[in-house]
């Protein structure tokens, strides 16, 4: 018979492990069943090489964990957003058997153990950026319970980008074919990311949010360049995705944001059509590659140089390419690299 344990956690989040996020939780698991649950969906990962690992963190929270067998142990792994001391914690209800946790460095030496008979097991440890740290829950007892697993560490260093927390200082990506930024953080509990973009082509542009819902929820929505909401990503998914038609030549931005204050590393990708032309072949459609930017990046400047050496042809060369074809003689040679030079510019927004 299963007896369902309803374990509120606004008490341990408010009171013991400081904000994970301005919205409030409930765990429901299953404790003390017979026959043992239905494996978690990290299952399996009874060893240390079959380890759960959810990468670059600072705070995970992963609810409707349980040990599914008697003798079952769960691994997992993660490395530091940053260094300082690190909190892991998992909650439980006593009766339905008693868990124990262990810490262990990345290659699954052991460091600390907390294998008291209270409702949760807590381990702090001085833990240093960059390294793998393995954490395994187990059972002395052959108890089949389930458990939520929490990690409260430093924050995300601010990513490459920042600062762009508001649209008027959104990083520009220009106009743009594809575009892939891996890496990026939301960093603080009230930090956002604000991209600003023109679509080479009309046409549908796919937006992908990539991040684990598990380290942290975010958010995305898209905005025309009077900063009306067109759209929104608020599922409670691993990714969100906004595929929307939009118009060639116009300014939209996407807004990155973590739902209740969540933190999180993520990676922003956008898909636009294929362009109809493009003669040095970079990737964006010529008619975004106007007076000399060729990169469409919004300046003219040196890289753009070494895209126009790509596609000159010299005199009668019989290369045809009309975006670089500034004097419309039909070839790419000299004289377009003079016409180009007029308007090439060092400074941002020169274009």
């Known amino acids: 018979m299963t007896r369902a344990a309803l374990v509120n956690l606004a008490m341990l989040v408010g009171g013991l492990f400081g904000v994970i996020g ?7 698991f299953t404790a003390g ?11 399996e990962d009874d060893t240390p090489d079959e380890a759960t690992h959810f990468g670059l963190l600072g705070n995970l ?10 003798g079952d142990d769960d691994w997992f792994k993660f490395v530091p957003a940053d260094d300082g001391l690190v909190t892991v914690t998992i909650w439980f209800h006593q009766h339905g058997g008693d868990l124990d946790m262990s810490l262990h460095d990345g290659a ?32 002395e007892t052959g108890a089949c319970n389930g458990y939520g697993f929490i990690v409260n560490g430093p924050a995300y260093p601010p990513d490459e980008l920042e600062e762009n927390n508001t649209s008027l200082t959104a990083t520009r990506l220009g106009a743009i074919g594809d575009v892939a930024a891996q890496g990026l953080t939301i960093h603080t509990v009230d930090d956002e990311d604000w991209f600003s973009f023109v679509p080479c082509i009309d046409g549908n542009v796919a937006i992908t949010l990539s991040f684990r819902q598990s380290v942290g ?16 990503g608020t599922t409670t998914t691993d990714n969100e995705t906004i595929e929307r038609a939009l118009a060639a030549g116009d300014s ?7 739902q209740h204050g969540n933190r999180a590393v993520y990676d922003l990708t956008l ?29 003219v400047d ?9 596609v000159v042809s010299g005199p009668a060369g019989g290369v045809s390419c009309p975006s670089l074809d500034f004097d419309s003689d039909g070839d790419v040679d000299l004289a377009d690299w003079s016409a180009f030079q007029v308007f090439f510019n060092l400074s941002n927004g020169g274009r």
């Open 22 to 28: 301005a919205g409030v939780e409930t765990l429901q």
């Open 33 to 43: 069943t017979d026959p043992c649950p239905v494996p978690d969906q990290y299952e």
């Open 61 to 70: 929270n992963v609810l409707g964990l349980n040990t599914d067998a008697p």
């Open 108 to 139: 699954g030496g052991f460091l600390a153990v907390s294998n008291s008979s209270d409702d949760f097991e807590t381990i702090e440890w001085s833990m240093a950026a960059g390294e793998t740290y393995a954490v395994r829950v187990y059972t």
């Open 217 to 232: 929820d975010l958010n995305m929505s898209l905005h025309d360049n009077t900063g009306l909401l067109l759209e929104s």
């Open 252 to 258: 939209y931005f996407v807004r990155v944001y973590g």
């Open 271 to 299: 898909d636009s059509p294929e362009p109809s032309m493009d003669c040095n072949n970079n990737g964006l459609d010529d008619g975004c590659e106007v007076y000399g930017d060729l990169d469409g990046d919004g300046d």
């Open 302 to 310: 040196l890289s753009d140089h070494t895209l126009l050496c790509g």
